[in-house]
């Protein structure tokens, strides 16, 4: 086990144990080891590395530490910045869980119940990935590729996360069986680029990776009025929610069956328009 | 003295602050639970233990071709693999019928029945040696569906029909001039104690076992395991380890044999300690329920009749399911007078889990399928739901459908009364974390409608249809120090508070030591369940109190030459009441007086082949009031408050009292809402706290108490009737009825999902 305390020793230690286990919060991968599905033969933990755990604006833009905890996600002069993002933090598990549980853990899972990431989908997320040899950046729907996998190569951690700031309101919603500790069932992010002019939705749990709602985010981008602020009609509305429902692919679970789940997201993403944009 | 203590929420101030009864006294170990100091089964240690694991079947329903152990036994480290021909003694256990096999031999009936178990170095080594563990498995089509159990071949050489009760009460011609008819479903609940199956035991020299095991009766459990290793009972002494809750979970045995065996077999001690999954199959779980009704009643509203017929899934094997069938079939009218019923209460073996004991055994489900019908009648009668209840509610002196007259306490009406009158302190909310969906965001206060409801219930305490239930405890006083010896197994209801209380009360003692539960040192107190312990061995506690006060006053008045009747025990102090003598219980008690007794309560009966008997000793009643919130677009919902009032007969501790009336509330919202052991062709879906959801901080209410209603029991030590039941039985029924008054929807459905709700579904 190294316990790294820089970027650099992380590296290393991830290049001369290229099977090692990265550990930051432990809350997914420790119940995996526990289950008996994770064979332990190095771990590298990151949870003390300085350049993972800070954040800072660059321009328009803000650089995310992968190894910041929910808790950090949540403080005011972040969440002003990236309100979804923390509306989604506080949506994840317990206190416990918020002060443990990292950015960079979730999206290294891969899940498509993983809270953050239809926030980084709707906000074109962009991931730096490090490893001994080098950097590169991946886009989030190229670096998570289907059910808890992703193109994360051996020797290799997530640094940081990019995304915009952006002018407009931002909505996270989650729909889960119980009133908080709960996997998601369904979730939507809904973020407005007042100045792009564009709504971007990203939707969680209703397929295998992460998913835009592109051609409904075509549609209501189409029939908002920018300039004059009135909100949609009933029947754009009814338009956009359909069209978010036929993004989706979503499956028959113990945690809810695949009618819920289309007829839930297609209710959330008139709420979260509505929130965001007003209704008629 | 009789009354309603009508109280604010936080229940019954203490009087004094005294240590007697009727005093908030703090519990002993209540600081060391909440600062972690508390040593729970799974703290067990022992420098040369070993520790042992389980191989389970991965199939409901499967024949055993073979089961190679020859790599496990070879890994460094492994010191046993024992299996079925391994048993030494009876090779099947069970609590009413020795049916549960303890190694599967031929067949595997449910899905996580334990095959093979291990002792080795680590738990790691255990592991391995498991997986190296190779079954063949000629696997047969599960038997999944209770409807199907009794006309499909036997899955077990005891059949498919563990029991049929067909009860018919007064006269079966009569029809009532208004019918409602619902079938009503209730799915699988866990008892979800947060302390998983764990224990240690330990080699005797010459050939016994001693075991520590978190468990509800000792002594039933020494009993069967003695012969399933086919030792004299006295051979095998248990010891209560603490115990992490309990809820009838721990009535069936679970790794006892398996432990025993694995020390004995290697001679050294042995723990284990089973995994949350591990947990989910290694115990039983409530019986899912399907339940039909036709309720008759006159157009005034006074009921006639009622007809169920009652399929309850009893799983792979028996356990405490004759008794669960019993109660269910015994109180499916609910709490109300029914001249003429005609009930069928019919429990089946099938390939799904093993159900049992789970905390109100039986009356929950009929609870949930009676109070539905009530509203339903109320509706067909345009008539209060309320008032209906009102109308019909049971009393002293009224027959049960089982033909009993009750001759104890029945405050019924009182209950009623009391949680309808209650203020509701609810408001509209309007941060989106109070309304449903809570910490998602997913509603404004626009998407909520609000539904409120009552639903009353009531049980039987203690075992009953002629079962001898006793309870056996000696006390010794010495030097002024009451030592309390009773084998009671403490799984959270807090019976170490009230020996100490009832010690103090009876003879006026400061310091009481309650003395390690074991078989070892007294005969049995019977079971932590059927909210029995308090009157049961609360009554023996205080009827062996009572012999000591006697002799003591007895040697005193010998010793000193004065009247018996002028001696009474007062702070410490044996005195005339004449004033003139004065003698300290130390010294008085320097030569020590001892006494053992046993307690019964009132004998009961069988119930006869129509079902109708004076099978039960005493009843208690409760009422629930929920108010919820329903957010109809997602079918998310908030429970908003709970407001309960409960027949108790005395409070005998207050603190106490309202700890059972919200906890068992907890366990009512969650089946209400969220709870459900999840199957699909006999195997859990859903065997981790990741999916099996109980109720949060954000899930459970504020729970009102709006009265305890105190009317001593004959009988009953001190008139306290047992408290740990009903709060689970009324508060499931009332949080779904009020679901329903939200919605307007029939939701005969518990839990009532998220999806019932926006298609209205849930259709039984
Ligand atoms: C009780 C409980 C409740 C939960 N509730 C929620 C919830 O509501 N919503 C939700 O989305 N999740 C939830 N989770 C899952 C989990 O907490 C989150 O996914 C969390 O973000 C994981 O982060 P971590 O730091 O703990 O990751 P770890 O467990 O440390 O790691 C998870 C995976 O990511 C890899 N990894 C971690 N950091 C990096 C990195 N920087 N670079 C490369 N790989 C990395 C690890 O190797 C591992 O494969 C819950 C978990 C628990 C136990």
Redesign the interface.
């Known amino acids: 086990m190294t316990i790294a305390t820089s970027l650099e020793d992380a590296c290393c230690a991830l290049a001369s144990h290229p099977d090692a286990l990265v550990l930051a919060g432990g809350t997914d991968l420790m119940v995996a080891v ?3 599905d994770l064979p332990v033969h190095h771990v590298v933990a990151i949870g003390r590395v300085p350049e993972l755990r800070g954040w800072r604006r660059e321009g328009d833009h803000v650089r995310l530490g992968a190894a910041l905890t929910y808790t950090d996600l949540l403080q005011p002069d972040l969440a002003v910045l990236q309100p979804a993002l923390a ?1 989604a933090a ?2 994840v598990g ?1 206190p416990q869980i918020r002060n443990t549980g990292t950015l960079g853990g979730n999206v290294a899972t891969g899940s498509p119940a993983g809270d953050t990431i239809p926030v980084l989908a709707a906000l074109d997320a962009v991931l730096e990935l490090r490893s001994a040899s080098g950097t590169r950046e991946m886009r989030l729907d190229e670096f998570v590729t289907g059910v808890k996998r992703t193109a994360l190569e051996g020797g290799e951690l997530i640094e940081a996360i990019r995304v915009p700031v952006l002018d407009g309101p931002q ?15 369904v ?1 939507l992010a809904l973020v407005v680029d007042r100045s792009g002019r564009t709504v971007r939705v990203g939707l969680g749990s209703v397929a295998a990776s992460p998913l835009r709602a592109t051609e409904a985010e075509a549609y209501i981008g189409g029939h908002l009025d920018w300039d004059g602020g009135r909100p949609p009609s009933a029947e754009v509305v009814d338009r956009f929610t359909e069209l978010v429902v036929g993004a989706t692919s979503p499956i028959d679970d ?4 695949a ?2 789940r289309r ?2 997201v297609g ?2 993403a008139g ?1 979260a328009l509505a ?1 965001a944009v007003g209704a008629a | 003295m009789s009354g309603t203590r009508t109280t604010d929420r936080t229940g019954v101030a203490p009087r004094t602050g005294g240590p007697g009864i009727g005093e908030s006294v703090p519990r002993p170990d209540g600081v060391p639970k909440v600062t972690g100091s508390f040593a729970f089964s799974s703290d067990l240690w022992h420098d040369r233990m070993l520790w042992g694991g389980t191989l389970r079947s991965p199939h409901p329903s499967a024949r055993i071709v073979s089961v190679d152990i020859g790599a496990a036994v070879t890994i460094t480290g492994v010191h046993a693999v024992l299996l079925h021909d391994d048993v030494p003694g009876s090779k099947a256990y069970g609590l009413e019928h020795s049916d549960q096999q303890v190694l599967a031999g031929e067949v595997v009936r449910h899905e996580g029945e334990p095959v093979a178990i291990v002792a080795a170095d680590h738990p790691e080594t255990v592991r391995r040696a498991l997986d190296a563990i190779v079954v063949e498995y000629e696997v047969v089509d599960p038997l999944t569906d209770p409807a199907a159990a009794e006309t499909a071949p036997p899955i077990h050489p005891d059949g498919n029909l563990i029991r049929r009760i067909h009860l018919r009460h007064g006269d079966q011609q009569v029809v009532g001039e208004v019918q409602v008819e619902g079938t009503y479903e209730v799915g699988m609940q866990d008892q979800a104690f947060l302390g998983p199956e764990s224990g240690m035991a330990i080699p005797v020299e010459g050939g016994g076992v001693d075991l520590y095991i978190a468990t509800q009766w000792l002594h039933a459990d020494r009993d069967q395991v003695a012969a399933c290793l086919g030792l004299r009972p006295e051979r095998v002494r248990l010891t209560l380890a603490g115990v992490g809750g309990a809820f009838g979970a721990r009535e069936d045995l679970s790794m006892h044999v398996h432990l025993c065996m694995l020390a004995m077999h290697t001679g050294r001690p042995v723990k284990m300690v089973y995994s949350r999954e591990e947990s989910f199959h290694g115990h039983v779980h409530r019986h899912p329920a399907r339940m039909w009704y036709r309720h008759h009643a006159d157009r005034d509203g006074t009921l006639v009749r009622v007809e169920a017929s009652l399929l309850l899934d009893g799983g792979a094997y028996a356990s405490s399911s004759s008794a669960v069938i019993a109660n269910a079939t015994c109180f499916a009218a609910g709490p109300y007078r029914v001249p003429s019923a005609d009930i069928e209460g019919v429990v089946v073996r099938t390939n799904n889990p093993p159900c049992g004991a789970m905390r109100g055994f039986g009356a929950v489900q009929t609870c949930f399928a009676h109070e539905a019908q009530m509203d339903l009648l109320a509706g067909a009668l345009g008539m209060d739901p309320v008032e209906l209840r009102l109308r019909n509610v049971l009393a002293t002196g009224d027959r049960l459908v089982t033909g009993q007259a009750i001759t104890g306490t029945a405050p019924g009406a009182e209950v009623i009364r009391t949680c309808v009158d209650h203020p509701s302190a609810a408001s509209i909310a309007e941060d989106p974390m109070a309304l449903p969906g809570g910490a998602g965001r997913t509603a404004d206060p626009a998407h909520v409608v609000r539904g409120e409801a009552l639903a009353v219930g009531f049980k039987n305490l203690m075992f009953s249809e002629g079962f001898d239930d006793y309870s056996s405890a000696a006390c010794r006083l010495a030097d002024g120090v009451a030592t309390i010896t009773c084998a009671c197994a403490e799984v959270g209801q807090g019976f170490v508070t009230l020996v100490q209380q009832i010690a103090h009360e009876v003879l006026g003692v400061q310091e009481v030591v309650l003395e390690p539960a074991s078989t070892e040192t007294i005969g049995s107190a019977g079971s932590t369940s059927a909210s029995r312990q308090t009157w049961m061995s609360g009554g023996a506690v205080q009827k062996a109190c009572e012999e000591v006060r006697v002799r003591l006053l007895a040697r005193v008045a010998d010793e000193h030459g004065v009247e018996l009747d002028g001696l009474v025990l007062v702070d410490g102090l044996v005195a005339s009441l004449t004033g003139d003598l004065r003698v300290d219980l130390v010294s008085a008690t320097s030569d020590p007086i001892h006494a053992e007794v046993e307690f019964r309560h009132a004998p009961t009966f069988p119930l006869d082949e129509d079902g109708q008997g004076d099978a039960h000793v005493s009843f208690a009643f409760s009422a629930h009031r929920a108010i919820v919130d329903v957010d109809v677009g997602l079918g998310l919902v908030k429970v908003v408050e709970l407001t309960t009032s409960q027949d108790v007969g005395r409070v005998l501790n207050p603190v106490q009292v309202v700890g059972q009336l919200e906890g068992g509330a907890a366990q009512g919202v969650g089946l209400a809402v969220m709870e459900e052991v999840q199957l699909s062709d006999g195997r859990i879906r859903n065997a981790s706290f990741t999916d099996y959801l109980v109720p949060t901080a954000l899930d459970m209410p504020p729970v009102e108490i709006a009265a305890l209603i105190e009317q001593p029991e004959p009988g009953a030590p001190f008139g306290a009737k047992g408290v740990g039941e009903p709060p689970s039985i009324t508060s499931t029924a009332a949080v779904a009825a009020a679901i329903r008054a939200a919605t307007g929807l029939a939701l005969p459905r518990v839990p009532v999902r998220p999806s019932d709700i926006v298609f209205g579904g849930g259709a039984a």
Request: glycine share 8%.
């Open positions: 526990n289950r008996g509306q506080r949506s317990s909505e996270f919603c989650k729909v889960g069986t119980r009133n908080a500790m709960v996997i998601s069932v979730s113990h945690r809810g069956s009618r819920y007829h839930a209710v959330l709420r929130r």
